[in-house]
Structure formats: structure tokens, C-alpha cells
């Protein structure tokens, strides 16, 4: 295994932070599953400093969720590092860790995100300063580049660990990719190869034996995944094992997933409020649902409701139709 700063993790396999998708109800289900750790959803730096309400919620953390990196963006030195002080000190949070990889407009025209990647001097400039200020170990989540022609990943790497950053994880596609096309593994391994700080990989790891091809072909240090976890913490499992005893264990079953689903909402709840959860569950319960025949009418369904009670109502309709289904079969 191996260790963040000063944070030991107990396997390899890492759960991404995805804007909007997770928070603690989600990080805590995905945890359950074995990931080694865990990432916040990004927290803007000016958020934190001002002391805003919504911000401040973000920040909460489940102790069954440790070790965890939450997770700051910014564009300017004096907010970061105020962010990040009070990240350290007030917060139980294992690592501090900031976005540069972030593809989307509104993050950039704040000149944070993926707009660092342009400039490996700013980075060993807010880096350092950040390091200095707190006691926490500092990370940093960066894409490849900016376009196929300002691909700096390796000089960023390398300025991120002049820096003192304790690791580095890389998404293997630019900026203008966003989430298109392929994830480019080779610059990943360049990465890996020039720095001696721990390296987590992301970019396609849809599958277990994704898991383990990108471990063997780059040689990183841990593999981050994070849209094949949306409705299939399973995957988290099945990675951890596969890459522990070379076993591909199964797929869960229609109840399991609807469990699983359920407890996501309860989590959701007790975070949110019923009226928020539900709303947000309706994206995360088609997730839940990819991949069992004729669930389109139920998405539907799902896509109307606005209780606990009707939620947990159409999930368990769906349960017993697929449980009869199974049944008439094996008669």
C-alpha cells in the first residue's frame, strides 16, 4: 500500500471528487465498499472565508469516512490559503487537497481549475504557500493540460513536489476534452516516472481489470475512480478485491442495489432534508437502476416523485416484479 504524507491508506483504489454528487451521504456508501479513501466534492476557497452557509455545510465529514481529502478551489493566494488554514483547523478532514482540474467556465473565468495548468510557476507558487500555512498533508488533482498543444503535466508534476505536495493525481485528458474522447494513460505514466511523490491515476477505469491495466502500464501509485461509482459502489468492491486476489467477484443483485439505494437516500436525508434529498436521489436512483431490464418506466416514476415514501414505494414495486420475474423462470 502506500501512504499520503502522513496518511496511510489500506488498499489502492480511490474514490474521485465529482461536483454535485460527493457529499457525505455518498462518500459514507461509497466508503462501506472498501476504498482505500476518499475525496470530497470541490469547495470554492472564497466560500470558506466568507464564511458562507452552504459552503460550510459542505465541509462536514462522517468519521467512518476517514481517511478523506477535501478538497478547495481558487484562483488567488490570499483566499486559498485562508481557506485551506481553516480546512486544517477546523475541519476533520486527513488531507488537504487543491482543484486544477476542474473543466468548467465558471471555475476558470475565476482564474482556478484546470486554468493552472497553463502556468507550472503559479502552481509552485500557490502550492508552496498553501504548504507552508498548514499542517495537513497538501495535494493536488490536475488534468494533463489545457489543449493537446499546452501539456504540461510533467513540469506541473514536478512543481507540485518542488513544492512540497505530498501527491499528485492526474486525470489523463486536457482541459477542452472535458469528460470526451480517452483518457491518455502515457502521459499519466511520464508523471509517475519523473516525480517520486505518490501518483493516483484517473481517466477510464470502468472496471476492475481497468484498474489493474492502469496500475500495470503507468506504474502509479493508486487508481482513482469516479463516474463508474455513480449507482455501482459495487465496482469499488470488486476493484479492491480484484487487485488484492486476482477474483472477479459478481454483480449485486436488483434487492441488493435497491438496499443500498435506500440507505443512500436516508444518508441523503439526514444531510439535506427530505426535500433536497429526494430531488437529488432522483438522478442518483437511475444510476442505481443502469443496467436492469425495463427500468425506463420506473425512471419515470422516479423522476416525478417528490417524497421519501413514493421513492421507497417505485423501488420496491421494482424489487418484487424482478424477484416474480426470477421466480416464473426458475419454475
Sequence with gaps: MFQIGNIPLKNRVVLAPMAGISNSAFRLTVKEFGAGLVYAEMISDKGIVYKNEKTLNMLYIDEREKPISLQIFGGEKDSLVEAAKFVDKNTNADIIDINMGCPVNKIIKCEAGARWLLNPDKIYDMVSYVVEAVEKPVTVKMRIGWDDEHIYAVENAQAVERAGGAAVAVHGR????????????????????????????????????DAKRMLDETGVDGVMIGRAALGNPWTIYRTVKYLETGELTGEPTVREKIDVCLLHMKRLISLKGEKIAIKEMRKHAAWYLKGIRGNGKYRNLINNCDTKEELESILQQLVEEKEKEQYAHQI
Excluded at 472535458?178 to 470502468?206: C, F, H, L, S
Design 174 to 209: 486536457t482541459r477542452v476534452q472535458m469528460y470526451e474522447g480517452t483518457a491518455n494513460w502515457d502521459i499519466i505514466r511520464d508523471v509517475k516516472q519523473a516525480v517520486n511523490i505518490p501518483v493516483i491515476g484517473n481517466g477510464d477505469v470502468k472496471t476492475p481489470q
